[in-house]
């Protein structure tokens, strides 16, 4: 596994009795290398296995709400689509609110957007005007931290809003693709780091 960058936390955590090194070896088992997907040259790291395994899920979710406890989370963005699929428990986990961000022309009413470069082309995100208000606090959610254009995007349309991000929590972190350069100045968590 390699080192976690500079401006990343990965920290110990105590869930439901699990060991923190155990479930970290666990998810490290269960995540999935699929080359040439969606392009050649591109590996994808799917967390669909994760996904399937419920108590795996569980204490992956749990884990990554655990740093947020007691910080005042109103409001839990997630990233479409598999950081959806980990924000929504974590906002349940957190009592917070959850936004959705979503690709472009997915959204049912008025909404701000922001483009940004993918390490394999461009892309837009949007969420709806109302999502926050200016005393919202944010937690991000998505499931990799890869050249960090999407959550950097994400955060700017959240304070575009109005609210506050107070922090973003990645499953896993691609290391080499040095997404947490454009996440500069934001509390990260991740994790598991490849």
């Not at 390699?2 to 009795?17: H, M």
């Not at 959806?84 to 906002?91: M, N």
């Not at 995007?153 to 304070?159: K, Q, S």
Request: proline residues 5%.
């Amino acid at each position: 596994m390699a080192r976690a960058p500079s401006n990343c936390r990965i920290r110990s955590t105590s869930i439901a009795d699990v060991p923190r090194a155990e479930l970290l070896a666990r998810l490290s088992r269960a995540l999935r290398d699929v080359p040439d997907f969606p392009k050649p040259g591109i590996v994808f790291k799917d967390i669909t296995p994760v996904l399937a395994d419920a108590t795996l899920f569980a204490e992956t979710t749990a884990a990554m709400a655990a740093p947020y406890h007691g910080r005042g989370i109103t409001h839990v963005a997630g990233i479409e689509s598999r950081g959806f699929i980990l924000a929504a428990p974590i906002a349940q986990a957190l009592g917070a609110g959850f936004v959705p961000i979503r690709k472009s022309g997915k959204l049912p009413w008025r909404s701000v957007g922001k483009e940004y470069a993918l390490e394999y082309g461009t892309d837009r995100l949007e969420m709806h005007v109302d999502a926050c208000t200016t005393d919202s606090q944010v937690l991000l959610v998505d499931d990799v931290l890869a050249t960090g254009g999407t959550a950097a995007a994400a955060c700017a349309l959240i304070e575009d809003v109005g609210g506050r991000v107070v922090g973003c929590s990645f499953l896993l972190a691609i290391a080499a693709l040095r997404g947490h350069e454009r996440l500069r100045g934001r509390s990260l968590d991740v994790l598991v780091v490849a």
